[in-house]
């Protein structure tokens, strides 16, 4: 290679000896000239490769062809013999001697450059020829595999030589990028030259590449794509592409972006979704640290694209594309199908397999079933991509972080069934401002979802002391009509009490106590078992201040308490004992307490009414409703324990009886007392006033 150059050189020294125009002053420096370049071709072709040699000899020439350039008088000659690195059709070597002794300027350069293409081609040809034999080239594909040579105008070297790049010359990327795209319109293959130019533009300028590609050709056309997997094929260029079509995808339906040459025409989102799925096939490990983010905005665009009718703009789009791409009819299932090849490029086949025999796919694309579809696919992936759940889970939290959209629910179904995943101590807070919100949503299913998302969390002691603010909202959903919310929110209060260090205050226990009193006749056994058990929690962890509040509500619970003490269930059953017994210490009514730990539930019954023979009428009322119970042992109960209440009350209504009497009686008493008192003051008052008159007459 330095053997050609040297040549070469060697006849442009000759030329410009025999040239009339030469400068003799000159001549002395050109020895040294190519002495430099002889000792610097001779280093470099010990140390470095073909494909470096070659560059670094291009580089020299180009520089020896300025000074020669500068000999002639011509500045601009330098530039203009530059070679062009595009592969073109061999041209015919001139002659080395000049037509006339008086040659002009123009000429000259004319000649230099017609010099250069035709020496740069030959010495192209040698390094494909050495490559052919050898079957190995540092820096070149195989020939095997290489597709044939085209002929194509690429971008000059000179735009890489420097590693800042001018500002004027970064705002012709997007004019470059034009020009290979066009150029590729009418080739069939991209030869390894230009997939190498093109591959050092996305990974120097990827905003511009991405974005102008994006505008010259969104429903990406056989040259686009023939852009798009050489980027693909790359790491480094996919890896800094990725980040662009990310931005434009998740900005639906219209992106905004400006290159380096002022373009800012918008962009669909839908165009960056049809790129990834071209170039998913093609990806390598640089796809891996955005799969997070890349599954997120491909879920996004299935939710979307089914939630939601896409504008006019966007459907003509999508015709097109399906048009020439032969896709599905709706955007939704492309974006699915987009998300099975990401996955199956994950090694996750067995989890698409395991969505297809459920019928999930299917399910993904219908708006009302939409979020259990894509709940189901969050627990397939868990099991085996842990990592990029945790992942997926991060981003999801930053979408739900904004203000409540549409399309939020399939988000949130897959936030909940990862989010045991997450480390609750560093985004805890996060989670809980989302959660907040949807528990004072007016749909059933964000709330359902909401609470689900803080059973798990609550039993963590930091999480737990943060649902503290929002023990309103649960209080407010232990009376919704649906007992699955009902049951979550049970779930969630006793995590949350099963920590010593957390208390209930004095303005929540007695709310509480009361809800959760009107749950135990709950028509579902599950609620009542966590209503009662939390309500034995409540008189546990009520803080002193809280304690006199609370006791009206327990003495109420007792006629409840003892009934389901007799239930079917032997778990309530179990509980309602545990519970009444809790609620005996609570009051101190000892006697009570003891007869609870001999289990001699019927004299419970008796000593209760008997210590309240006052409140008799409140215990059969209590009872009443009882009577319509569909377990017969309850049933029973209630009939026994009414009569006992009855009978209190007639004995206390006697003693009320015989009471009254005695008072009346008594009144009876009092008043005859009290008028022969005033009829003897009174007689004895007129006997004095007559005694008086008369010794008063005896005297007169």
């Given at each position: ?261 002022g373009d800012n025409k918008d962009l669909f989102a839908l165009a960056a979704t049809l790129v990834i799925w071209l170039i998913v096939p093609e990806c390598n490990k640089a796809m891996i640290p955005y799969s997070g983010r890349l599954f997120v905005a491909l879920l996004f665009h299935v939710v979307i694209t089914t939630q ?393």
């Amino acid at each position: 290679m330095a053997g050609r150059f040297l040549s070469l050189f060697k006849v442009f020294r000759g030329e410009k000896k025999e040239g009339p125009g030469a400068a003799p002053a000159q001549q002395p420096e050109e020895p040294g000239q190519i002495q430099t370049l002889q000792d610097a071709l001779d280093r470099t072709q010990e140390q470095e490769p073909a494909c470096g040699r070659f560059r670094k000899s291009l580089k020299m020439f180009r520089q020896f062809l300025r000074i020669q350039c500068r000999k002639t008088g011509s500045t601009a000659a330098a530039g203009a013999a530059e070679p062009d690195l595009g592969l073109t059709e061999r041209q015919a070597e001139p002659d080395g001697s000049p037509d006339s002794a008086e040659r002009s300027e123009e000429s000259a350069t004319s000649e230099t450059e017609t010099w250069a293409k035709a020496h740069l081609m030959s010495m192209t040809e040698d390094v494909a020829i050495t490559n052919t034999k050898t079957r190995e080239t540092q820096g070149l594909t195989n020939t095997d595999t290489m597709p044939a040579p085209t002929m194509i105008h690429a971008p000059t070297m000179d735009f890489f030589e420097e590693s800042a790049v001018p500002s004027h010359q970064q705002e012709q990327v997007p004019a470059k990028v034009k020009n290979i795209h066009q150029s590729l319109m009418s080739h069939v293959s991209v030869d390894a030259r230009l997939q190498t130019d093109i591959v050092r533009l996305a990974e120097e300028h990827p905003a511009d590449v991405v974005l102008t590609l994006l505008r010259c050709a969104p429903t990406c056309d056989r040259a686009a794509a023939k852009m798009w997997r050489a980027i693909g094929s790359s790491g480094p260029a996919l890896e800094k592409a990725l980040p662009t079509l990310l931005c434009v995808m998740e900005d639906w339906p219209l992106h905004t972006m400006c290159t380096s040459d002022g373009d800012n025409k918008d962009l669909f989102a839908l165009a960056a979704t049809l790129v990834i799925w071209l170039i998913v096939p093609e990806c390598n490990k640089a796809m891996i640290p955005y799969s997070g983010r890349l599954f997120v905005a491909l879920l996004f665009h299935v939710v979307i694209t089914t939630q939601q009718m896409p504008p006019e703009e966007v459907d003509n789009f999508w015709s097109a594309c399906q048009e020439k791409h032969r896709l599905p009819s709706k955007p939704n299932r492309f974006a699915v199908q987009a998300m099975k090849d990401l996955l199956c490029r994950l090694q996750c086949d067995h989890v698409v397999v395991a969505m297809e025999r459920k019928g999930c796919w299917d399910m993904m694309l219908c708006a009302h079933t939409q979020h259990y579809a894509v709940g189901l696919l969050a627990r397939e992936m868990l099991r085996v991509l842990i990592p990029l759940c945790s992942c997926i889970t991060l981003h999801l939290l930053r979408q739900l972080s904004r203000e409540e959209p549409c399309w939020d629910l399939p988000f949130l179904a897959f936030l909940v069934e990862v989010l045991e995943r997450l480390n609750l101590s560093k985004y805890g807070g996060s989670v809980m401002k989302i959660m907040s919100r949807y528990l004072q949503s007016e749909c059933s299913q964000r709330r359902r979802l909401a609470l689900r998302g803080l059973v798990v969390p609550s039993k963590d002691l930091l999480m737990a002391r943060r649902m503290c603010s929002v023990s309103q909202s649960l209080l407010e959903l232990l009376g919704d009509e649906d007992r699955e919310v009902v049951s979550m929110s049970l779930h969630v209060f006793t995590n949350v009490l099963q920590h010593k260090d957390i208390l209930v205050s004095s303005t929540t226990a007695p709310k509480l106590a009361e809800a959760l009193l009107l749950l135990f006749d709950h028509d579902n056994s599950h609620v009542q078992l966590l209503s009662i058990q939390l309500f034995c929690k409540v008189m546990d962890l009520v803080v002193d201040e809280g304690k006199k509040p609370l006791e009206t509500i327990v003495n109420k619970s007792l006629d409840t308490l003892f009934i389901y003490c007799h239930d079917e269930n032997w778990h309530v059953a179990k509980a309602s004992r545990e519970t009444l017994h809790c609620a005996a210490k609570f009051l101190k009514r000892r006697k009570l307490k003891q007869l609870l730990e001999k289990e001699h539930l019927w004299k419970f019954a008796e000593v209760l009414l008997a210590e309240d023979r006052s409140r008799a009428a409140e215990h059969l009322r209590r009872a009443r409703p009882y009577l319509q119970s569909p377990q017969e042992p309850l049933r029973e109960v209630a009939v026994r324990f009414m009569g006992m209440a009855e009978r209190s009350l007639r004995g206390q209504q006697g003693k009320l009886h015989a009471l009254s009497q005695a008072i009346q009686a008594q009144r009876k008493g009092t008043i005859s007392h009290w008028s022969r008192t005033i009829h003897a003051q009174f007689t004895s008052r007129a006997e004095e006033l007559s005694s008086s008159s008369g010794s008063s007459e005896s005297v007169s």
